[in-house]
């Protein structure tokens, strides 16, 4: 519930009119940042989730290459790094050993252009130990789960992601317009929240529930994959985030009474494809959840499921939106099954060794 706070501070200062701030990420960032033509992002956890999401903005509006990879296998890796790359480490805590790892070897190889931190903590080793920094401002997170601490990151991912594309010759029309939709993000975001009643009642139908399935297409499908963390991580339901696209290729086969479904359907290009993906869900009699643009329209069994509408905004800002409900969600059937929501069992909010 501080969301809509958290990314407000995360913006603060840093977009002025219609355009981001230069050196909001370090001194002389905009030199370096113009060099870069190549990205690693490198992350544990909710954290590897919102870099998932950034792979899919930059590649879009910077158009330039970037990959996106767990730290505790980047570490272990003989990972080719073209010149020109900007490591990217993502740490709420930024305490965390695997991240810390993986910047460590780089910089020990003088791999990178630069290594950039998106974190939460200013006096942490990750940000003491980058040479750009982007603070998340979420403030401190009391719960092991990441919450406030995902959506902040997203939040100064699209700073990033809106810098860099500005650095690569966006339309300057494209772009105001992009800022403007991020500079809306902590309204929407607490707009998000108010579905907090009808999410509670779709709680009511995952208590009893053993597994369950998110899927996603384009950039949601990091946020499927995220509500799936969450909802194992606070409500110990088994559950798997699956390309939607990725259906046929083999999950399809658990999909019967008992495998609710819950979909991400932001209204973008892929949403003709994702209906079809629900299609076979819906035909194998599988319990039906969307997650829906307000504008969207999907074939559900009253009886076999429900759709939710959000007004997501746009493109590039409806991850950030998405991901509230989902949140809620994971919340609400924890609640309900009466796990230990703050600190659920066998984790630790930051993982250093
Ligand atoms: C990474 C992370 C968190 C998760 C849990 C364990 O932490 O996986 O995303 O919620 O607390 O660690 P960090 O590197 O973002 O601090």
Redesign the pocket.
Known sequence: HEQPEAVARTLEGRIAGSRILPNVFGVDAETLLAQVKNIHIV??????HAGMVARYWIEALAGLPCAVEVASEYRYRQTVVPPGTLFVA???????AD?LAALRSGRASARYLAALAVC?VPESSLVRESDLVLMTRAGPEIG???TK??TTQLAALALLTLELARLNGIDDARYEELVGELAALPRMVAEALKLEPQIALLAERFVDKQHALFLGRGASYPIAIEAALKLK?ISYIHAEAYPAGELKHGPLALVDEHMPVIAVAPNNQLLEKLKSNLEEVRARGGELFVIADTDVDVKLDPDRGALLRIDAGNNLIAPAVFNIPLQLLAYHVAVLKGTDVDQPRN?????TV
Do not use: D
């Not at 993502?90 to 965390?96: A, C, H, K």
């Not at 984790?347 to 993982?351: D, E, G, Q, T």
């Open positions: 992350a544990c956890g909710t954290s590897y993502i740490s709420q805590s930024g305490e965390t991240t939460n092991v789960a990441s601490a995902f991580e984790l630790a909010k930051s993982v």
